[in-house]
């Protein structure tokens, strides 16, 4: 594995999952909202325009090696080509809603050191994670059924940590 997508809804443990895979298989671990919020010079971070972030995302992608956590269905198939892995992490709806409340309770809308952006939660993106298994997922299945890439999907909290137990660990300083 020297690819990694790791996708699904928010709320899911995309970003803990993401970090901990990076750290077994000594893998750099990229983020798309960290790249995809944009700093202005006022400090303010604003979204990335679709064509800033084609370019950005194609650049992530062009790396020989990575974990990318994160969602934007509009570039996820270019992902998915070039990834030799993809994790979906397919949790509950009340899963999900879950890990975001507990995520708001961590963050309190602070910066979130881990992926460089601050932890937001407004009603557009509570409507997204409702409405993601009969909006985002039909989509995501489709990709992935099409994908020639190995594909993991992940129920529940149990599996991950079934999945990352299978996977071994990187001895220190020793590079993958």
Same mark, same amino acid.
């Given at each position: 594995?020297?690819?990694?997508?790791?996708?699904?809804?928010?709320?899911?443990?995309?970003?803990?999952?993401?970090?901990?895979?990076?750290?077994?298989? !000594?893998?750099?671990?990229?983020?798309?909202?960290? =790249?995809?919020?944009?700093?202005?010079?006022?400090?303010?971070?604003?979204?990335?325009?679709?064509?800033?972030?084609?370019?950005?995302?194609?650049?992530?992608?062009?790396?020989?090696?990575?974990?990318?956590? !994160?969602?934007?269905? !509009?570039?996820?198939?270019?992902?998915?080509?070039?990834?030799?892995?993809?994790?979906?992490?397919?949790?509950?709806?009340?899963?999900?809603?879950?890990?975001?409340?507990?995520?708001?309770?961590?963050?309190?809308?602070?910066?979130?050191?881990?992926?460089?952006?601050?932890?937001?939660?407004?009603?557009?993106?509570?409507?997204?994670?409702?409405?993601?298994?009969?909006?985002?997922?039909?989509?995501?299945?489709?990709?992935?059924?099409?994908?020639?890439?190995?594909?993991?999907?992940?129920?529940?909290?149990?599996?991950?940590?079934?999945?990352?137990?299978?996977?071994? =660990?990187?001895?220190?300083?020793?590079?993958?």
């Amino acid at each position: 594995m020297r690819r990694i997508a790791v996708i699904g809804c928010g709320g899911t443990g995309k970003t803990t999952l993401s970090n901990e895979l990076g750290r077994r298989l !000594g893998l750099p671990v990229l983020h798309i909202d960290g =790249h995809y919020w944009q700093q202005r010079p006022d400090g303010e971070r604003v979204e990335s325009t679709p064509e800033q972030w084609r370019a950005i995302h194609a650049e992530m992608i062009a790396r020989e090696r990575w974990v990318i956590d !994160g969602m934007k269905l !509009g570039v996820l198939p270019a992902r998915l080509q070039t990834a030799d892995t993809v994790v979906f992490l397919d949790l509950p709806v009340w899963r999900c809603l879950w890990g975001v409340l507990r995520r708001r309770l961590r963050y309190r809308g602070q910066m979130r050191p881990d992926i460089g952006v601050y932890d937001r939660i407004n009603a557009e993106f509570v409507r997204w994670i409702w409405s993601f298994g009969t909006t985002a997922r039909p989509r995501i299945l489709d990709l992935l059924s099409e994908c020639s890439c190995e594909v993991v999907v992940l129920g529940s909290r149990s599996e991950v940590r079934s999945f990352l137990r299978s996977l071994p =660990h990187l001895q220190p300083g020793v590079a993958a």
